[in-house]
């Protein structure tokens, strides 16, 4: 198998607050993960990718400072929303890949931000 | 990154064989080509991944054309629980160093009914 579980599922705030969210690999082990966001009815945008002891690479148009990536070990990435406004509510999903060539990503099954 | 595009919906009937097609025309040597299903509110799920010509699992099969210019996923037997958003996706799978980054198009929305 290849599993990857994210949490919270689902988490309530209020503006200014940071969010933590966590991404683990299961059962694999993991030398790069990714970090997707998606609105409703829209398809998944890339974030940041992050590789195992490294920093984390941004797309375009995504603050690291505002989004801050970490990837400790190779089951475990983090993704803080730093200073959380009502626009960054959406639905964060992370993946996963194992080390290998021509590996596909497994994604987690992602959390529902609300900021209040 | 390789270019994807897909039909944005189709419909079908429990008991039907699905073919969806998508198009990658400026896909790469080294690209890999792999398709998800999607559940709303929930991450994407992977079905299939392939390089060329045909590859075959438990869920689907994937036919690529010698061109590779478009591949074809096909859904034996769909059921009501197939009804889902498909995306079809090409990445060099790791092997330029790139971490096998991908870019999510619209996907295809599949509507399954009795």
């Known amino acids: 198998g290849a599993v990857v579980s994210q949490h919270p599922s689902w988490v309530i705030c209020k503006s200014g607050t940071s969010v933590k969210i966590e991404c683990r690999s299961l059962d694999f082990q993991a030398t790069t993960m990714f970090w997707y966001r998606q609105f409703p009815k829209q398809s998944l945008m890339l974030m940041a990718t992050s590789n195992e002891g490294s920093k984390a690479t941004y797309e375009q148009g995504v603050e690291k400072d505002k989004f801050l990536i970490n990837h400790a070990s190779l089951t475990l990435s983090t993704l803080t929303v730093t200073s959380a406004h009502p626009e960054d509510s959406s639905f964060y999903i992370c993946s996963a890949r194992r080390r290998g060539d021509n590996q596909p990503q497994h994604f987690g ?8 | 990154l390789a270019k994807t595009t897909q039909p944005i919906s189709m419909d079908s009937y429990e008991g039907q064989e699905v073919n969806i097609t ?5 896909i790469a040597t080294n690209d890999y080509i792999t398709w998800y299903q999607q559940f709303p509110s929930q991450g994407p799920r992977f079905i299939i991944q392939g390089y060329k010509t045909k590859v075959t699992n438990e869920v689907a099969s994937l036919f690529i054309p010698a061109d590779r210019k478009s591949s074809t996923l096909s859904l034996p037997r769909v059921s009501l629980s197939d009804t889902a958003v498909y995306y079809c996706l090409v990445g060099d799978g790791g092997l330029t160093g790139g971490g096998n980054k991908l870019t999510f198009g619209t996907g295809t929305q599949l509507k399954v009914e009795l």
Do not use: K, P, Q, V
Not at chain 1, 110 to 116: D, P
Not at chain 2, 22 to 26: A, E, F, I, P
């Open chain 2, 22 to 26: 998508c198009s990658h025309n400026n």
């Open chain 1, 109 to 116: 099954d992602g959390t529902r931000l609300s900021i209040l």
